[in-house]
Each structure stands twice: as structure tokens, then as C-alpha cells.
């Protein structure tokens, strides 16, 4: 790689791991208590109220966005609030996004999906810093989505019937992915350490 | 005019309009698909679910709200996170806010009024940097609530009966147009050149 | 106390105490005319949709709190946008989560309670800078939920049973008053005088 690029820790590793299955499991409780969405075969156990295979998904996605981001372009540039709390800001942005998602399912899907595409919008352009945090987006948005209509298409889970749907899935995910994608990899810029020069 | 005032191309008139017809459009169609406005008279041919005089009308009036911005205080800072980032931050926040109000229509009305102005004033606090921002936010809200007001009561469209109204028009309306109104001069800033001193 | 600490005014004093009272009508209304709380006891009048009680409450409570920050830690940053502008996005922000709470009283509430904690976790974690701005976010929701415990176990007054609740109180509320607590104190620095050094 060219000197851009830095590098992530073991521990940061661990540190994306945990907070992406982490918040796919709060996330995914929303989804399913609101029945947005609902597993239709569970070879797995549960744990709280997903089938064990989605908080390990979202935990190394996470994981492998942050490493590309990292990769891509690790400069670090001084968060404009400390670390910590820029960090807390961009989590909780994004498990608020998924949040919402699950409180629009009754509303008129129209507004919800401009509403939960607009605040998508507002996160990736408030958080992004580099071209490398939309390779991220799109990278998520293309294998988070797409995974997820292969796997409603194989009738291991379903999204609800009153929701917009495409292919399967609602209207709103590629926006929740995106905003995802651009948090994933800023999570891990700073988590990282410096590029050499 | 002073040395203050700055000058817009017509290459950003021209987005301007372009902004303001595609951002009406989207946020005209949540109201019309949510309920929350319908039109009852079509003399012209319909845009989406807009009848055609209204993406002309927010078109026109993002032209002229920013030229007037421009031309009361032209003075340019540099944006906080780039023109490009900070302009889709402007986009997203105030579609967001049009498509909040169409999502309130079923929920209880004084709630929905008080968020609809707090997000407003989020909006107008967190992007105004001028006076000249205030004088384009209470020009847009006159103007636009004011037309709203002379065509509702002219019959050629509503506000659902549901809403909390006044003069026939949602009580929340100003909330949306005073945030507009900063966004309208905002982006024209970041469209202009700098004044000549 | 030591030299980090400010002062505040009888001015500052005031006016905390007039914002704190105003916000708590503004945020009760939503709460009554939403149907989630409701007064079972009237000794007092009532203000607009409150008991008058309330509103002294959140008013001295916000003197409290302010006093209890710029005590704690006076050091002033210079605000990002201006005194003005920066305490009117700390006040919209927070009347705006309480009017949030008041409209997911029908939603699911699991994505509700996560939504409200979200935005509550922003809105901490973008104007808090330094930490006795956590201590007055402890104050605040160990006395703000522990007093609307008291209250409910009383029949003061009661949430509406079909929130989730935790004694008595929904499960939601140490979230507004975490974010309350931030923001009174960021207030009182508004207001305050620079300590000496």
C-alpha cells in the first residue's frame, strides 16, 4: 500500500467488532419487536432477539470496513470534538437512523423513506472526510443490501408486507447502510494509528 | 449596492432553481401521499404529484431568496466541513424537516407542532451566520405561508382537517419555511463570489 | 472552590431559570395534551397545561444545575457559532427530544426507547466539554427520576400505562433528563463570567 495507508490494532479490531454486533443487536431488536422484520427459520440460537449469524455479520463488517477505510486513506485529521465523543456521536447517530427505521413501519412510507434517506444524507456529509468513506458506503450499501436480499429470498427472514419493499427488502436500507459504511470507517480511523510520514 | 454585497453566476441561479423544483417536489409528493395537502384544482399538467406551478413557485423563490442573501451580505466563510459536504448537509436537513411534516399528520398535533419548530430552529441557529439569514427566513415564511394562505382560500388545494390549521394552512408551516428561508441564502453563498474587498 | 470556578449573575440566574420553566411548559403540554402523563392532583393551579408546580421545578432546577456546572468547572470555551446561536440549538434541541417523546407514545416502544437514548446520547456528547458536564447529566436524572418517582408512587400525577414503564416512570425518561442536564449547565457558561485566571 502507499504511505496513506494505516493501520489498526488487534485491539481496535475488537473494539469495531464489538460495537458493530452490538448495535446490529439493538438495531435488530427495534426490528423485530416493531415486526419490521421477522426470522422465519432460526438454525441458530438466539441471542436477545436475533438469530446468533446477524450480530456476528454486522460485527465483522464492521471489522472489514473499518480495515478498508484504514487502508484506503489513514490520515487522521483531529476530530473536531475528542475522540471519545465524536466517537459517541456517530454511534449513536447511526443506532438512532436504525431506530427510526423501525418506528416509521406504520407511517406513510413515502415520507419515511425520504425522511430516513434525508437523515442518511445529513450523517455521511456531517461524518465523511474522504473519497475512501464513500468507497466504504457504497461497499456496505452494495454487500450489506445485497446479503439481505439473498437471504429474504431464501425465506430466512422476512421484511414486513406493509413496508416498501424492493427485491425483498425495504426501500429505506441502502440509506441505513450508507450512513453505516461512513460510520464503520471512521470508527476505525480513530481507533488507528498514523500513517508513517 | 455597498461593497458587502456579492454577485451570483447564472450557472448558480440555475442550480438554485434546479435545488429548490427537485427539493419541492420531493417534499410536495410526502404531503400528497401522506394526505397532508390535496389538490383540488388541476389546471395544469401534473409534475410527479405536484401540479406544475408549484416546483416552478419553490424554484423561483430559492432563485430569489438567494440573490437577495447574496446581495444584502455577500461575505463568504469558508463552510465548516467543504462546499459540497456542507451544501448536502443544507439539502438533506431541510428535506428531512418537509418530510417530518408530512410523517405528524396522524400524531398528536401540539407534539407535532413543537418538534416541527424545534428542528427548524436547529436548523436556522446551526446554519445562519448573518442577520441578512434572518431577513431571508421571515421573507420566505411571509411570502410562502402568505401565497399558501390566498390559495387555500381560493380552493385550489388543502390541508387535511386533521391538522391543526390556521387561516387553512398546517400550524407548522412557518416552522418549515423559516428554515428554508436560511437554507434558500445559504446555498446561494456558497454558489456566489466573494464581494471585491 | 477553586480558581476554575465562575460566576454567574442575577441576570444569568434569571434567565436560566426563565428558560427552564418556559421549556418545562412547553415539554408538559406535549406530555398532557398527548395523553402521556396525566395530573391526578390539582392543589395548585394549573399554567397552561401544567400543575404550577411543575414549572418552578424545571426552573429552579435549571438555576441548580447551572450554578452547580460553572462552580464545578467555569473555564468558557469560546461557543462554535456565537453565545447566541449556540444556546438557541442547545434549547431547541432539548424541547425538541421532549416533543419526541411525547409523539413515540404509540410506537413500538423498544425503537421508541432506543430513539429517545440516541438522540439523547447526541446531544450529550456534542455540547458536553468537560466532565462536570457528566456530573450535572447524573444530577439531573437522579433527581429529575427520582422526584417523578416520588411523584407517580403518590398519584400526583401518572405516564399513561401503555408506555414501558420502570417505577412508574417511563422507561424513557432518565434519557430527556440526561441530555436536560448537559444543556443546563452549558446554559449557566453562556451566562457566566470567565473565572479569574
Avoid: N
Avoid at 32 to 59: A, H, I, N, R
Avoid at 174 to 184: D, R
Amino acid at each position: 500500500m502507499t504511505g496513506r495507508g494505516g493501520s489498526l490494532s488487534g485491539t481496535g479490531l475488537v473494539a469495531l467488532f464489538v460495537i458493530g454486533a452490538v448495535g446490529g443487536l439493538i438495531g435488530d431488536m427495534c426490528h423485530v419487536e416493531s415486526g419490521t422484520t421477522v426470522y422465519l427459520e432460526d438454525p441458530l440460537p438466539y441471542l436477545w432477539k436475533s438469530q446468533l449469524w446477524f450480530p456476528l455479520m454486522v460485527g465483522s463488517g464492521t471489522v472489514a470496513l473499518g480495515w478498508i477505510r484504514v487502508r484506503l486513506d489513514g490520515r487522521v485529521r483531529a476530530p473536531e470534538r475528542g475522540a471519545l465523543r465524536e466517537g459517541a456521536v456517530m454511534i449513536a447517530a447511526v443506532v438512532g437512523l436504525y431506530a427510526l427505521t423501525a418506528l416509521v413501519r406504520g407511517e406513510p412510507q413515502p415520507a419515511a423513506i425520504v425522511l430516513v434517506y434525508a437523515v442518511a444524507a445529513v450523517i455521511v456529509a456531517r461524518f465523511a472526510t474522504a473519497p475512501a468513506d464513500l468507497v466504504c458506503a457504497v461497499l456496505a450499501a452494495l454487500f450489506g443490501v445485497g446479503i439481505e436480499i439473498v437471504l429474504a429470498a431464501a425465506d430466512v427472514f422476512m421484511y414486513a408486507e406493509d413496508l416498501a419493499r424492493f427485491a425483498g427488502v425495504a426501500t429505506w436500507l441502502p440509506g441505513l447502510y450508507l450512513a453505516y459504511g461512513v460510520i464503520a470507517g471512521q470508527l476505525a480511523l480513530l481507533f488507528s494509528s498514523r500513517p508513517p510520514d
